[in-house]
């Protein structure tokens, strides 16, 4: 069997405003799409009058009803008592004469269903002694209460509604063996006939949206219509049933708000918590007169262009009229004459078995969405939950999902958008230096013979000079300068060219030593401290020991003209924190590097050394030989007190074994990463 409402799943646009508005929490979100769970739905209609993109459908009967009138059979119509408010532009007896012309052989009233199960309730109440009773005309309470808190059960009076209780009649006393079609403002109604508990009154509900599409489709214009009235046993007071309160008028029950005996509530903001009350027994009232809707003329299938209290004046003003011309003897007659034999019910607990979690199961689902501190659960009700801790019971039973919490997506898209811009950074980044390279091959291949002329004919000239001859000055110059193109020259090649990384096993403290034993004669070591700070069981890597040295000799030598003045440098190595690779950083006490310009250290030729005194080629060599063996290489700085070059290399190379060579290739864009730490 279907459910009684739906989800069209095209329209459905994750807003969660059904699963923020049922009272049942009968929705399910299945990638993103909002699904009614028909074993936790009671039908009320609540998802389908709060969704704005249309994306709830109640089942149709428009079909069923047609046949039924096409098929030669008595078909009677029985209109809600709240059918005067449903047609704010006609008149209730125009209503009457348009449902009639549909071809439904008898209208009726349900409110002389009222009449009937009012004095049953009237009845129960003077019988029941301490017992709380819960009346059970809304069969979207009764549902609740059977799928969601059947503990209360023993607490529904065992009294049909007014439109079953009509339909009993109309099918044992007034028409035997007629068709009954119930017309009224309720979805639940639908799903009420399916109750074995009550079936066979009724063989079909049409809702009042539903009416008014077969009144176009027929071509029938309500406000056009004459005026006639309904027909069988008409009610009286009853009619005031669809108001809030209005059982306990057509009972003669009293509610005085200085008792406590009876309660008259509407609405789930105010049932439900009453109802929880109830459950736990800090209340224990009489008589509870509750509502699921604001009061039956607030039905989800009512024309909504009205206020509610338009719609009271309307139900009110035809009550009014119907008093003044049925007397209370004909109406107590007609009960009398009319009622069937029984106007009893029984109820079935329905509540679906559902998985109970553990604390500890809890918490794991909050930390999923970021959640680990009480005060990261801001019960924002996004979602459609009124807490965090409801939202992950939901999502531990399948109820909904993960990404329903609003601020855990807001906090994933700022994620994304960071990663997404420093994506673009390196590609843009990538894209120079892969350009570059290219074009520092073509021009190293290039300028070398030329610059070899140079060198070679500058060198013969100053030796053929005499030692005062005073243009050797001149020469010295043009040999000096044609050295610094040749080491540019070196750089770009070292920089632009394939090589092969010759993968053995590898000590990065060793590496460290003799990189700075390398360097550490020369003049800008003359006032700088070294401090070692190697972890003593480190593991070998396998890397290529010469390379490896290139890089630390850059980031050695760089680290001492950073402190003209002297300072410390340092050089620490470590395992990482996973284990699975080797950490090495060198530091210093010098100038630092301002933050604008961390961006830029392993771009080719960016330089902040006085002109002569650099290539800008050192980071970016050392950043393709790092980038060559799958490491890292990270920088922090502070200006004014220094700066830390982090090398992190992998203890296993991906896909290779120990001691063979690998292919490292030209530095091109599938190859060029950024990672930039800065304080």
């Not at 006393?173 to 399916?194: N, Q, S």
């Not at 049932?271 to 459950?279: A, G, H, K, V």
Request: glycine share 8%.
């Amino acid at each position: 069997m279907t459910a009684v409402i739906d989800t069209i799943q095209d329209r459905c646009k994750r807003c969660y405003t059904c699963v923020r508005n049922c009272p049942a929490k009968a929705i399910r979100v299945v990638e993103g799409q909002a699904r009614v769970v028909e074993s936790r739905c009671i039908a009320c209609g609540r998802c389908v009058r709060v969704c704005s993109q249309s994306a709830k459908r109640v089942e149709r009967a428009v079909e069923d009803v047609q046949a039924l009138l096409q098929s030669g059979q008595t078909v009677v119509a029985c209109l809600a008592p709240s059918f005067p408010a449903a047609f704010p532009w006609a008149r209730p007896g125009q209503v009457v004469a348009a449902v009639r012309a549909l071809g439904f052989t008898h209208v009726m009233e349900v409110a002389f269903g009222a009449e009937l199960i009012s004095r049953e309730y009237a009845k129960l109440y003077a019988e029941s002694g301490d017992r709380t009773i819960i009346t059970t005309p809304c069969p979207a309470l009764v549902a609740y209460v059977e799928k969601h808190i059947p503990e209360l059960i023993p607490y529904l009076a065992p009294i049909v509604s007014p439109g079953v209780a009509l339909g009993r009649a109309i099918k044992e006393k007034i028409l035997p063996g007629a068709k009954v079609v119930f017309i009224g403002p309720c979805t639940a109604k639908k799903a009420e006939i399916r109750d074995p508990n009550v079936a066979g009154a009724i063989d079909a509900v049409l809702t009042f949206t539903e009416l008014e599409e077969m009144f176009e489709t027929g071509g029938i214009v309500v406000s056009d219509m004459e005026d006639s009235q309904t027909e069988g046993p008409l009610p009286g007071v009853a009619s005031i049933f669809p108001v809030s309160g209005g059982l306990l008028r057509s009972a003669g029950l009293r509610g005085d708000v200085l008792e406590s005996e009876v309660i008259v509530a509407e609405g789930p903001d105010r049932i439900l918590p009453l109802l929880s009350e109830l459950q736990v027994g800090r209340i224990r009232p009489k008589f509870l007169d509750l509502l699921l809707c604001n009061g039956c003329i607030e039905g989800p299938a009512i024309n909504s262009c009205q206020s509610v209290f338009s719609r009271r004046e309307a139900v009110t003003q035809y009550v009014r009229h119907r008093m003044a011309h049925r007397s209370q003897q004909d109406v107590d007659e007609d009960v009398k004459r009319f009622a069937p034999s029984s106007l009893s019910r029984g109820y079935t607990n329905q509540k679906p078995s559902l998985p109970v979690p553990t604390e500890e199961e809890i918490r794991a689902i909050l930390r999923r969405i970021n959640k680990t501190k009480p005060e990261d659960e801001l019960n924002c009700g996004a979602c459609g939950y009124n807490t965090c801790r409801e939202k992950a019971v939901a999502v531990y039973q399948g109820l909904a999902e993960l990404e329903m919490c609003l601020p855990y997506i807001i906090e994933q898209l700022e994620r994304s958008n960071a990663a997404l811009r420093e994506a673009e950074e390196q590609l843009i980044q990538s894209a120079k230096l892969a350009s570059m390279g290219q074009l520092a091959a073509g021009i190293a291949h290039e300028i070398n013979n030329p610059l070899g002329t140079v060198t070679l004919f500058a060198h013969l000239l100053l030796k053929s000079l005499p030692e005062d001859d005073p243009r050797r000055a001149d020469l010295q110059m043009i040999v000096d300068e044609a050295a610094r193109c040749k080491e540019i020259v070196s750089g770009l090649l070292d920089f632009s060219r394939r090589g092969k990384l010759k993968l053995r096993p590898t000590n990065l403290n060793a590496v460290l030593d003799e990189a700075l034993a390398s360097v550490e004669k020369r003049p800008e070591f003359d006032n700088v401290e070294v401090q070692k700070v190697y972890a003593a069981d480190l593991p070998e890597i396998q890397a290529d020991a010469n390379q490896l040295r290139q890089v630390f000799v850059n980031l050695i030598v760089n680290a001492a003209e950073a402190m003209p003045n002297g300072g410390t440098l340092t050089l620490a190595t470590r395992v990482s924190e996973d284990g699975n690779s080797v950490v090495a950083s060198v530091t210093d006490t010098g100038c630092g590097i301002p933050k604008e310009n961390l961006s830029k250290l392993f771009t080719p030729f960016f330089t902040t050394k006085q002109l002569g005194k650099g290539t800008g080629l050192g980071l970016a060599v050392a950043y393709g030989i790092i980038k060559m063996h799958h490491g890292q290489i990270d920088v922090r700085s502070t200006v004014g007190k220094g700066t830390t070059f982090e090398v992190t290399l992998p203890r296993v190379q991906p896909g290779k074994k120990p001691g063979m060579a690998r292919d490292a290739g030209f530095i091109g864009a599938s190859d060029l990463e950024q990672n930039f730490i800065s304080e």
